[in-house]
């Protein structure tokens, strides 16, 4: 592996992952609270940093398939990562998609939907972290 594409991975990969943790964390908060100003704040938040996430992680996933020459899939630990990042990458942008395009004019049902799927993006992206940071471990 490049040393240099490593680092600059390592480097994008964390980002996404933050900001779609706190899109989450924000959402669930805003999601149980009872309507008011501090609950469209969380809303408001919640839905800049899914969105901020999703275009955060079309770099992480350039420079993982320049880490990787182009081999999407791999076998051992590589393969483990792939198996959870590539539906996360997918899921994250999904989620991102449909807040853009719904906005705030979901019908309670289907934000629980949407936490749901943003729950499962977050378990695993923190899946293919692990793994990716075994790659890096077994260096």
Not at 59 to 83: D, E, N, Q, W
Request: contains cysteine; charged residues 10%.
């Amino acid at each position: 592996m490049s040393p240099f594409w490593s680092r600059l991975h390592g480097g994008a990969t964390h980002f996404p992952i933050a900001l779609i943790f706190a899109s989450a964390f924000f959402d669930v908060l805003g999601y149980f609270l009872k309507p008011s100003r501090r609950r469209l704040q969380f809303a408001v938040t919640g839905y800049w940093l899914v969105i901020v996430a999703a275009l955060g992680a079309f770099p992480a996933v350039i420079t993982g398939i320049f880490l990787t020459r182009g081999r999407i899939g791999g076998s051992g630990i590589m393969l483990l990562h792939h198996v959870f990042v590539w539906p996360a990458f997918a899921l994250l942008v999904g989620a991102a998609m449909w807040r853009f395009l719904i906005r705030n004019k979901s019908s309670p049902a289907a934000f629980r939907v949407y936490l749901c799927l943003v729950g499962i993006t977050c378990a695993l992206l923190g899946a293919a972290g692990f793994f990716g940071g075994e790659l890096l471990v077994g260096q």
